[in-house]
């Protein structure tokens, strides 16, 4: 009668004691075992890969949405009155927020690939659920406020996809160790069945996803069109205030072919740009008319708009992180901006030989000047004394009002079709970036209507763009884009197909040989004839013919193995330490 306690192993090993230490808060010397982790834990893993995903999602979005903070921060001004860059925060946070996600995950995946149980310190599980409900909370907040910005995910792909897609196999590639491990290395059961199924229906998905990708930039050089026009949108308004006559000077100076600018029309009659409801964000209305800070931007005369400072905001609220990288005589001249009035404008776009672009806002119904308004427009061209022809209006207003707009190029800012172009005496489009598909402005360029996208400030939007064959973009950067010489990259189909059939047969051999070598052993003893058989044995086989002291714990939970698994009391067990392997005879158990 053999009586024998669990064999516990006790052994200094640095990095486990480190890994298990962070994760687990287990800094003691380490117990290794060979027990599963509870279903408690497991779920706790479940959560933090389902941290590390949200924020994986959430990173991403924010570092493709760069090219609309500022539309962002407006957003939430209209909301709150107040101007702030929420950007920063928010940024702040998701950094580490993910960084700190990434880093436990990591930990969790060597505790897997070590064979070590999964205890997550309650610290950490604390850090993972206030994670996870500050991301949720976080994307719930931008869908109520900024909906539409959703959109930008899907236009990003038509750059990243393929990029996201070598990244993707390579991660599907290195789980195969642990899935590989996980299956092979334990008894079959139904949880590690689903498991395998699972993982093979990722990796094909994720081998078969290019056919679903639509990248403009996959095409032939040749037929790349001529570089976008670049107009600057409300000046450059990263550089100056925007809407000011410094604004859109630096545009021009920085390459811009056409000018935007926001009209409004004063109590008497005078247009002027901005492109606010109010005063208050862009001027000192609130420090010369207290009382009048929330009015109507419109309901002012040109005698009070002109006194007002339209520079100073721009240098304390800084909204596009820049005011550093300006000279003392820059901050100067920012800081004695005026308001500017649209014949200002026009003149400077005459004098430039470049065009304009005006996003005409109607006056409310009870303004004075509510049945004039187009006449004040058609009055401040005549006066600047540029052409018609170099004059497009975007109207926000019915269709019964855009046809008194006379003698000026009419735009719409709403995706019509073709016939509903033709019928409306249109001659134009400009298009939010997410409502300008790569078809629409084949289509729409096709029958001779051009398309002008906005806003676009980033180059990698600015690239696909180009690829689309879109004539004109709007930008808030027009700085940013004129270094952009080329797309930042342009591949033709067949260098495509190369490259995805080449990575995907790559990472199937790598998977296959994953699989191989972690059932090396499984492999070979079933190939020697043998049925029955236990980890101990097949680890037994594969040491080396000098004894050590790993060896003499395998061979003793061998012995208590096969013990537990019903040998008979006339059953003997022989050792033979000059080989390695152990053999079964009658009368007794000898070591």
């Not at 993707?168 to 334990?186: E, F, H, K, M």
């Not at 800070?293 to 100073?312: H, K, M, P």
């Not at 430039?352 to 000047?369: D, F, M, T, V």
């Not at 939007?461 to 180009?466: F, G």
């Amino acid at each position: 009668m053999v009586k024998h306690q669990p064999l516990q192993v006790y052994e200094k090993q640095v990095f486990v004691s480190f890994v298990t230490g962070i994760y687990g808060c287990r800094w003691k010397r380490y117990q290794r075992s060979q027990d599963d982790s509870s279903k408690w834990e497991c779920t706790w893993f479940v959560i933090l890969c389902s941290s590390f995903l949200l924020l994986l999602f959430w990173a991403y979005f924010w570092l493709v949405a760069q090219n609309d903070f500022n539309e962002f921060n407006w957003s939430v001004y209209n909301r709150s009155g107040e101007w702030r860059d929420e950007t920063i925060p928010i940024l702040a946070s998701t950094t580490v927020g993910f960084s700190y996600i990434t880093f436990l995950m990591i930990l969790a995946f060597f505790h897997i690939s070590l064979g070590q149980q999964l205890n997550l310190y309650w610290v950490h599980k604390i850090g993972v659920l206030a994670t996870l409900l500050t991301t949720i909370s976080g994307v719930v907040s931008v869908d109520d406020i900024w909906g539409d910005e959703w959109d930008i995910l899907l236009v990003s792909l038509q750059s990243t996809a393929p990029f996201l897609h070598i990244g993707a196999l390579a991660t599907v590639t290195a789980i195969s160790w642990l899935v590989a491990g996980y299956v092979v290395r334990r008894e079959r059961s139904n949880f590690q069945v689903v498991v395998l199924v699972t993982y093979i229906i990722i990796l094909v998905a994720v081998y078969l996803a290019p056919l679903s990708f639509n990248c403009p930039c996959i095409m032939d050089r040749h037929g790349l069109k001529p570089r976008p026009d670049i107009i600057g949108r409300r000046g450059a308004p990263m550089l100056a205030p925007e809407n000011t006559m410094l604004s859109f000077n630096r545009a021009l100076q920085h390459g811009a072919s056409s000018l935007e600018a926001d009209v409004t029309i004063s109590a008497d009659g005078i247009p002027f740009l901005m492109r606010d409801r109010t005063l208050r964000r862009t001027t000192d209305v609130s420090k010369v008319f207290p009382s009048r800070q929330n009015e109507d931007a419109s309901f002012f005369n040109w005698t009070e708009i002109r006194s007002l400072n339209a520079g100073q905001w721009f240098l304390e609220s800084d909204p596009y992180w820049t005011v550093d990288t300006l000279t003392a005589r820059e901050r100067s001249r920012i800081g004695n901006q005026t308001v500017c009035s649209l014949v200002e404008m026009l003149r400077l776009v005459s004098r430039s030989n470049s065009s304009a672009l005006l996003n005409i806002h109607k006056p409310p119904p009870e303004h004075p000047r509510s049945r004039n308004w187009f006449m004040d427009t058609l009055w401040a061209v005549q006066k600047a004394g540029i052409s018609q022809k170099r004059v497009r209006t975007v109207t926000w207003t019915p269709d019964t009002d855009r046809g008194r707009v006379r003698g000026l190029q009419q735009t719409a800012n709403e995706k019509l079709s073709v016939e509903e172009i033709r019928q409306r005496g249109i001659t134009s489009l400009t298009l939010h970036y997410s409502k300008a598909s790569h078809k629409d402005i084949q289509e729409y360029l096709a029958n001779n209507v051009s398309v002008t996208v906005y806003p676009v400030n980033e180059p990698w939007l600015y690239s696909i763009l180009w690829c689309s064959g879109v004539p004109s973009v709007s930008s808030d950067a027009p700085q940013v884009l004129r270094k952009v010489p080329y797309p930042i990259w342009l591949m033709s189909q067949t260098a495509y197909d190369f490259i995805w059939i080449s990575s995907d047969l790559v990472s199937l051999a790598i998977v296959i040989g994953i699989f191989c070598f972690q059932n090396y052993h499984t492999i070979r003893w079933r190939m020697s004839g043998m049925q029955n058989y236990n980890p101990e044995q097949i680890m037994l086989s594969a040491v080396t013919r000098q004894t050590s002291r790993d060896v003499n714990i395998m061979k003793e939970k061998l012995i208590f193995s096969e013990l537990n698994n019903g040998l008979s009391s006339t059953e003997e067990l022989s050792l033979y330490p000059e080989n390695g392997y152990a053999r079964y005879s009658h009368g007794g158990l000898s070591r």
